[in-house]
């Protein structure tokens, strides 16, 4: 077998591959035998069909075709082995000569990793937030456990900031309800502020049977985001009595004895966590670094069809959720602002970050010929079993089943890429201080990828 490579662009090759007929006649040979052992032709056994009788009624062509099919998929790639070219995505594959007996040839069009020159990553830098303090993080902790333990009773006086209240609601325009503007017996903590506008400055001061009107925006239902009079009355008031800190809460909360051993366990947990997020933080800062360090077209073709399979997902995803992405957009708080178009115009803006930031790694990797050991393998189905709550065994049961293996022998040679890139760079935080991202970045790229 025989190649040849002419480039078409700066990430387009075309692949021309000739076959001689020697090489084709192992795959026509097994032609003949598969379709022997699926046809019944009368005054023939089953699988001692001869050849020439399946020309006859089937044609030599589609023989051919059938060994052909077989034997394009090594043959391309000892061609792309040969050529030294990284392929992205699916060729585009044309037979342009068919001498029965004689040679097979074939072209393949394919874009390709442009190349390009990684940046120096001891040049490259990034400022993470500085962690929050540990005993505010625990406090949070600890006052959150406490609500949920929390006591009620009613009380016979107005309502009043942290009071469990229930409450009717009707909702009206120009004196007339609206339709399915009406809501009873709706429990509620004053103060809270996680339902209508305006609804806690109405409801603080008043006392069982009393009621309030104030103007607002409606949320939920067909009405949602439409103005509206809402009229409040209070049915109930319960003040709520937050369990103490002490000994009896630790035991209770918790496999703790003391308040103190309680503590220490949760300051634990927290600063985990907070040096997890600055693990992430930092490492998508440097990705974001290199990316902007970097030049080169990612080829538009592999953008058009990752940007058209995460449309594809998010549209699906809404649509499973009863939305359109213009109700997405209209009841997200943090979304509001942003229109249809720019949506989509962010998703491609990062489409094409997170493609730039693949080919990169893949480069570094390639240079630095990482390898994936079957360590390296069972590490990673071990980190996703605990990830997903499930067992090795089922995460390596789904790999084989969804023909995983490539895609994550990839994400692991991409995580010993960035564990180089890391090792050189440099994280701060905003008070100065050196973080240290190398302990965890594989684990925290991993994560994201999922």
Not at 334 to 345: G, I, K, L, N
Request: aromatic letters at 4%; glycine letters at 6%.
């Amino acid at each position: 077998m025989s190649s040849t490579v002419e480039k078409l662009g700066p990430s387009r090759v075309k692949l021309t591959v000739e076959i001689p007929f020697a090489d084709l006649k192992p795959h026509l040979d097994k032609a003949y035998v598969d379709i022997a052992s699926s046809v019944t032709i009368p005054g023939f056994r089953k699988g001692k069909v001869p050849p020439l009788v399946i020309d006859q009624r089937f044609g030599r062509g589609a023989v051919l075709q059938e060994a052909i099919n077989s034997i394009l998929p090594s043959a391309y790639e000892g061609a792309v082995v040969e050529a030294k070219v990284s392929p992205l995505g699916e060729p585009e594959i044309e037979i342009t000569k068919l001498e029965d007996g004689e040679v097979i040839e074939f072209s393949a069009e394919v874009d390709i990793r442009p190349e390009f020159e990684v940046p120096d990553f001891a040049e490259l830098s990034a400022v993470v937030d500085a962690k929050k303090p540990v005993e505010d993080e625990v406090t949070e902790r600890i006052d959150l456990l406490r609500s949920r333990f929390a006591t009620t009773a009613e009380v016979d006086r107005p309502a009043a900031d942290g009071d469990r209240v229930t409450l009717d609601l009707v909702a009206s325009r120009d004196g007339e309800p609206l339709p399915d503007g009406t809501a009873v017996d709706i429990a509620y903590i004053v103060g809270s502020g996680g339902m209508i506008d305006g609804l806690d400055v109405a409801v603080v001061g008043l006392s069982v049977g009393e009621e309030a009107e104030f103007a607002s925006t409606l949320v939920g239902g067909a009405l949602e985001g439409e103005p509206a009079d809402i009229k409040v009355t209070v049915k109930k008031v319960a003040e709520q009595t937050l369990p103490e800190v002490d000994d009896e809460f630790a035991s209770m909360i918790s496999e703790f004895d003391t308040v103190e051993e309680m503590k220490a366990d949760l300051a634990k947990g927290v600063e985990a966590n907070l040096e997890a997020e600055q693990v992430a933080a930092g490492r998508d800062k440097i990705i974001e670094a290199m990316v902007a360090a970097t030049d080169f077209e990612v080829p538009a073709g592999v953008v058009a069809s990752e940007v058209d399979a995460r449309k594809e997902q998010i549209n699906g995803q809404l649509a499973q959720a009863g939305l359109t992405l213009e109700r997405y957009l209209e009841q997200t708080p943090e979304e509001t602002s942003r229109t249809v178009e720019d949506f989509w115009a962010e998703l491609e803006a990062n489409t094409v970050k997170g493609l730039k930031a693949q080919l990169i790694l893949d480069k570094i990797a390639d240079d630095a010929e990482f390898n994936v050991e079957q360590e390296d393998l069972s590490k990673m189905i071990v980190q996703k079993a605990m990830r997903n709550g499930t067992t090795p065994e089922a995460e390596a049961q789904h790999m084989m089943e969804h023909n995983h293996l490539g895609a994550w022998m990839a994400e692991i040679r991409r995580n010993k890429a960035m564990g180089e890139v890391v090792a050189k760079a440099k994280v701060t935080d905003t008070d100065g201080a050196v973080v240290d991202i190398t302990m965890r970045t594989g684990e925290a790229m991993a994560e994201s990828d999922h």
